[in-house]
T-cell receptor, first 110, second 110 residues
Framework: GQSLEQPSEVTAVEGAIVQINCTYQ??????LSWYQQHDGGAPTFLSY????GLEETGRFSSFLSRSDSYGYLLLQELQMKDSASYFC???????????FGKGTMLLVSP | NAGVTQTPKFQVLKTGQSMTLQCAQD?????MYWYRQDPGMGLRLIYY???????DKGEVPNGYNVSRLNKREFSLRLESAAPSQTSVYFC?????????FGPGTRLTVT
């Protein structure tokens, strides 16, 4: 089976940089994704890493190291609106399903 | 383009009652999913449908049934609701590795 570990909560101030880590144990997967969820609303897709290395999308970057079974989401120039829960998820074999971590609540303060 | 829609938004059931949660997507996606989200538990997959005419169990299928009515619609049925099924239910559809989520149904079973 698949299991993912991420911190339950992270706090930071506006304008700062924060990194949310995700470690996983899998029996095979295609890639690592990140989703954002505000206040119990619909989760929204942020990024996907199929290969090792860094993927950058605006203020957000995501990193994957398959050899270390580790990934992270990097948020730069933090804004108040970035306060949300962030989930890492592995894309399972066959591209059919995702297995999610339990989520990290990011609190951004002024 | 409405994306993924879910009905109802809220529902209160008594133990033993049945109900069907409806989901539809207008993005012509082949794959659709049902998740439940409980506090501190992340998103857990109940059932999924990789294509029209097929359905498969996810991580927590007990107490649920699904129907892939056509390419657009994927319903989730609770035959005899239990308090343990109190949760927020999300439907999603996917294009390869990116999943698009509906707004969720908040279900309380008393």
């Amino acid at each position: 089976g698949q299991s993912l570990e991420q911190p339950s909560e992270v706090t930071a101030v506006e304008g700062a940089i924060v990194q949310i880590n995700c470690t996983y144990q899998t029996s095979g997967f295609y890639g690592l994704s990140w989703y954002q969820q505000h206040d119990g609303g619909a989760p929204t897709f942020l990024s996907y890493n199929a290969l090792d290395g860094l993927e950058e999308t605006g203020r957000f970057s995501s990193f994957l190291s398959r050899s270390d079974s580790y990934g992270y989401l990097l948020l730069q120039e933090l804004q108040m609106k970035d306060s949300a829960s962030y989930f890492c998820a592995v894309l399972n074999s066959g591209y059919s399903t995702l297995t999610f971590g339990k989520g990290t609540m990011l609190l951004v303060s002024p | 383009n409405a994306g993924v829609t879910q009905t109802p938004k809220f529902q209160v059931l008594k133990t033993g009652q049945s109900m069907t949660l409806q989901c539809a997507q207008d993005m012509n996606h082949n794959s659709m999913y049902w998740y439940r989200q409980d506090p501190g538990m992340g998103l857990r997959l109940i059932y999924y449908s990789a294509s029209e005419g097929t359905t498969d169990k996810g991580e927590v299928p007990n107490g649920y049934n699904v129907s892939r009515l056509n390419k657009r619609e994927f319903s989730l049925r609770l035959e005899s609701a239990a308090p343990s099924q109190t949760s927020v239910y999300f439907c999603a559809s996917s294009k390869i590795y990116e999943q698009y989520f509906g707004p969720g149904t908040r279900l309380t079973v008393t």
